[in-house]
């Protein structure tokens, strides 16, 4: 299990949210958002909009599987920082 803390820059939207989960949808490995109580799958289009991100707010990214290590590197310019 990997987990990486992430805050959310200016540039997200929906167009980013959707790239997140095209992006997520490309690993193995099952890869959740969590925002203070709530939990999101980042293969969701659905879970994300519900967690209600917004500029400046910080989101751990948690990997849990095969190629969980390379989940960070690969998704954090989606959240345009």
């Given at each position: 299990?990997?987990e990486?803390n992430?805050?959310?820059?200016?540039?997200?939207?929906?167009?980013?949210?959707?790239e997140?989960?095209?992006k997520?949808s490309?690993?193995?490995?099952?890869?959740?958002?969590?925002?203070?109580?709530?939990?999101?799958?980042?293969?969701?289009?659905?879970?994300?909009?519900?967690?209600n991100?917004r500029?400046?707010?910080i989101?751990k990214?948690?990997?849990?599987?095969e190629?969980?290590?390379r989940?960070?590197?690969e998704?954090?310019y989606i959240?345009g920082?």
């Amino acid at each position: 299990m990997v987990e990486h803390n992430i805050k959310i820059g200016s540039s997200f939207e929906s167009k980013a949210i959707a790239e997140l989960v095209q992006k997520a949808s490309q690993f193995k490995c099952h890869i959740s958002l969590v925002m203070g109580e709530k939990t999101a799958n980042a293969k969701s289009i659905m879970g994300i909009i519900s967690l209600n991100l917004r500029s400046g707010d910080i989101v751990k990214v948690v990997a849990i599987g095969e190629d969980e290590n390379r989940v960070e590197s690969e998704l954090r310019y989606i959240f345009g920082v």
